[in-house]
């Protein structure tokens, strides 16, 4: 055979040889890149054997604390300034007051979102206003302030929650009364506010408020997409999630589809917003989408980071902050039965109404001191800077201010700060509402990036709770409803109970 076609031999003998050539020089590239990045990452990995730091990376803190903010907490409270360090993850955390007005305030332009803080989480948010800088963030609070500002707005946006309150939340939850059947308030919380949250910010109705239909794409992709982002920032070091998703293996393959979803589902709905109209529409991805002259303001991508940041902004926190408040009111019977009295009995929940009810406002604020929606935020010193309490921060590195830790310091609320009192926010003979330093409360953040829809979201909780306590008793069960029971987190950007709150709702016979 070889005598009748030596050149077809040669040729086959050639390409095999090529193959092989090929297959070796592609494995030695493989094991290059590899041995470059276990290198990179023995030179970058901020190594530490302190007891801290050891503590953190075998997870041996969740033998004494419940959550990881518990240990945080347990932390700051034993240092003399309320500042420590975690060397493994780079980060300077503090829960000393003065610091944080210095980050948000004093030195704000020293202490940005940072570029490392952006990449965590720019696959999600993007270029929305929670994840930018300079400029752009400028632009986007700019826009924001007119339209949640706006008298047309506030207006608009407590009809809707009023409305799905009255025709939505209560028959759900009249309907587990009467059955006497278990419901999972925190998921009862999380389609309200998602279906609230996509009325006021797209117009559109997602209609999740029905607990025999399953909850929206968007909805499961968007929480999916938000715990596996917050789990990138828990990594001791950035090279891991990045080699993930430079592999697309794991929690990364799983985000990248997630995300995926969400941008599309983001897509139809701004597509199906233009469709409709957006000219005479009193939502405020329509108010964004008709802002005259802002060529910017048309472009999908920069839509869809606007839709990913209502949602997160207006969905997750309420709901959080809701399911925890009914876990203190199952505990504290008597606070129930004083926000019923504020109320009135039947008097109409008017704007105006909830507006004046100080105790109910006091309740809500000592709720989210113990359990804060958002538990921590991430700035990157753009520069090396001295923090008020004498803490040396290097630049480029991280610091986080951390609201669930300042909500149990004792040099903060006094001895007193485990227990849940909503009178220490209340001052004259009258008991009127104290509003209290930001810095020492930086639930809604503080400074310049203060929380815009502060107002809209206290107003928002105010309806649903006075409405709920007004008509029912909720009792939490099982496991949860025991004595000294406390809520284990899951990783998140924004709190959620791990289980979710198993309650037993009963109409209230105290009407």
Known sequence: VRAANPRAMDAME????????????FVLSVLVVALAAVLLLVRRWPWCS?????????????????????????????????????????????????NVE???????????????????????????????????????????????????????????????????????????????????????????????????????DPGCLDLDMPMSDLANAFDTASRLSAMRGAAASPLVWKMKRMLNIGSERELKKAIKLVDDL???????????????????LSRFMASDGDVQAMDDKYLRDIVVSFLLAGRDTVASAL?????????????????????????????????????THAVLYENMRLFPPVQFDSKFSAAA???????????????????????????????????????????????????????????????????????????????????VVRAFDVEVVGENGRSGWAPRFVAGLTASISGGLPVRIKHNVHK
Request: charged fraction near 20%.
């Open 102 to 204: 210095y980050m948000l305030k004093t030195n704000f332009e020293n202490f940005p979102k940072g570029k490392r803080f952006s990449a965590l989480l720019g696959d999600l948010l993007g270029g929305g206003i929670f994840n930018v800088d300079g400029d752009a963030w400028r632009h986007q609070r700019k826009m924001a302030s007119l339209e949640l500002g706006s008298v047309t707005v506030r207006s608009y946006a407590y009809k809707i929650v009023a409305h799905e309150v009255e025709t939505r939340l209560l028959p759900v939850l009249a309907d587990a009364a009467d059955k006497g059947k278990v419901v999972d308030l925190q998921d009862v919380f999380r389609r309200f506010a998602f279906d609230t949250i996509c009325k006021i910010s797209f117009g559109l």
């Open 14 to 25: 050639l390409s095999w040889g090529a193959r092989c050539a090929g297959l070796a020089f």
């Open 385 to 467: 800077d001295v923090l008020p309490d004498g803490t040396y921060v290097e630049g480029d590195s991280r610091v986080m201010y951390h609201p669930y830790a300042m909500g149990r310091m004792p040099s903060i609320w006094g001895a007193d700060h485990e227990a849940f009192r909503p009178d220490r926010w209340l001052t004259g003979p009258g008991g009127s509402f104290a509003p209290p330093s930001l810095y020492k409360y930086p639930v809604f953040q503080a400074g310049l990036r203060v929380c815009l829809g502060k107002e809209l979201a206290v107003t928002e909780m105010k309806a649903v709770s006075v409405a």
């Open 266 to 284: 983001a897509s139809a709905m701004i597509l199906q917003r233009r469709k409709l109209g957006f000219e005479n529409s009193h939502d405020l």
């Open 323 to 359: 399911t925890t408040l009914f876990i203190h009111l199952s505990k504290n019977p008597e606070v129930a039965a004083a926000i019923r009295a504020e109320a009135g009995g039947d008097k109409p929940s008017t704007y105006q109404h909830l507006k004046s009810l100080q105790y």
């Open 50 to 98: 302190c007891h801290v730091c050891r503590t953190y990376l075998t997870g041996s803190w969740a033998k004494d604390f419940t959550n990881l903010g518990d240990w945080y907490a347990h932390l700051l409270r034993e240092s003399p300034t309320g500042t420590v360090h975690i060397h493994v993850l780079g980060c300077t955390v503090t829960a000393n007051p003065a």
